[in-house]
């Protein structure tokens, strides 16, 4: 039996750059700033008026580590269930608002954590801003002031010919001053734009010219890989760089995948605590097992656990023994077999048949041992 060495609290993983210093505000009980962990966000693609489905897509979210949910509100219906939205979801809803400043109004009434405002029609939001701001004073609601290139003030479009880093951050401050000369300071800000060098560049004149907390997020990315890249591309650029202190990943997918991929991001990054984390190798000619089935039907047995366990699948004993000493379990297989390595050891070598059932058994006791250390509870997907 080897032992499994638990030993003392590791010293917190690297990161690439601290934090840039924010001002800090709250979404309903998530805290946005940079002295609060990094949040991630998505959108709900029901009908905000149907508050069943909206409900329950919100519920599917908060499961899958959803922080925040934005909800649409593009009529006097939707605004209309807000307040029960608001109510009975377990994680801050921020209501998006265009063009009509009274849905504003209705989602502070409706106790929604925030709402977020886009400038390029703000128009009809610029005379209403001391109003806006007085009412979400007096609620505790912050504000998103929400910039996108699709929609950029038109007097900036003249101005810059397109939606520049430059014109964006415009709009932005334009905005922020406007909130900021009412005492109005409890707001966040995004530049998004579907090019990420736009968007990184955007992001980075905007962190120079205040401590605002930004919200990242690259508009209508795409399609789940692509969009995952372009995202995963962007944010790495600015969270390096410790700029971002919140994320929406965006995506033409179901908001779950959003969720996956903006945690993936942040625990890629050292960000956010990592839990399951999968090292399979690329497979190559070497290999005599079928690495991509095998380290899918691993991931999905092992889905949904909740404790920071590395996990490595390779192909063959070249580069098996190395990755598994890295790593909390692996298995390195061969032959019609798999070695199995736990904290580089081999423990045993079973037929390749018993692979995944061994990896999960083996993940369940390290998983409980971590349990007995920091009353973590182990939970894996074993059905
Ligand atoms: S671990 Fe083996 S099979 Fe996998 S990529 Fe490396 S050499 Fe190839």
Not at 367 to 375: K, L, N, P, S, W
Request: aromatic residues 4%.
């Amino acid at each position: 039996m080897t032992a499994i060495s638990l030993g003392m609290p590791a010293a917190p993983p690297p990161v690439l750059a601290p934090r840039r210093r924010t001002r800090q505000i709250q979404v309903g009980k998530v805290g946005v700033g940079s002295d609060h962990p990094i949040s991630v966000q998505s959108m709900t693609t029901t009908l905000t008026a149907d508050v069943n489905s909206t409900l329950q897509q919100i519920a599917e979210l908060t499961a899958s580590g959803c922080d925040i949910v934005r909800v649409a509100c593009p009529s006097q219906d939707d605004a209309e269930a807000l307040a029960e939205i608001a109510q009975h979801s377990q994680i801050p809803v921020i209501a998006d608002i265009h063009f009509q400043p009274k849905y504003v109004f209705a989602a502070i009434e409706a106790g929604c954590a925030a709402v977020r405002v886009n400038p390029g029609n703000i128009r009809a939001f610029d005379d209403q801003v001391k109003e806006i701001a007085a009412a979400a004073k007096d609620h505790g609601t912050s504000i998103r002031i929400g910039v996108n290139a699709g929609s950029l003030d038109k007097r900036l479009l003249e101005k810059y010919g397109k939606a520049t880093p430059e014109a964006l951050v415009e709009s932005a401050v334009w905005e922020a001053g406007l909130f900021e000369e009412h005492d109005f300071h409890d707001f966040k800000i995004s530049v998004k734009h579907n090019d990420p060098v736009i968007m990184v560049r955007a992001y980075e004149l905007l962190a120079e010219r205040g401590d605002w907390p930004l919200h990242l997020g690259v508009t209508e990315a795409g399609p789940a890989f692509q969009g995952t890249i372009k995202s995963a591309t962007a944010f790495g650029a600015l969270l390096s760089k410790g700029i971002g202190d919140t994320i929406r990943v965006s995506l033409s997918a179901p908001p779950v995948e959003e969720v996956k991929v903006g945690i993936q991001i942040l625990q890629s990054l050292n960000l956010r605590p990592r839990k399951l984390e999968i090292v399979s190798c690329p497979s190559c000619g070497r290999a005599q097992v079928d690495v991509y089935k095998l380290a899918e039907e691993v991931t999905a047995g092992l889905e949904g656990m909740e404790v920071p366990l590395r996990v490595a699948v390779m192909g063959c004993v070249v580069n098996g023994p190395g990755e598994a000493r890295e790593a909390d379990l692996g298995v390195a297989s061969g032959n019609g077999k798999g070695q199995i390595f736990v904290k580089g050891e081999v423990i045993k070598t079973v037929p390749e048949s018993q692979i995944v059932e061994t990896l999960i058994e083996e993940a369940m006791k390290i998983a409980e041992g971590m349990e007995a250390v920091d009353g973590m509870a182990p939970s894996v997907n074993v059905g």
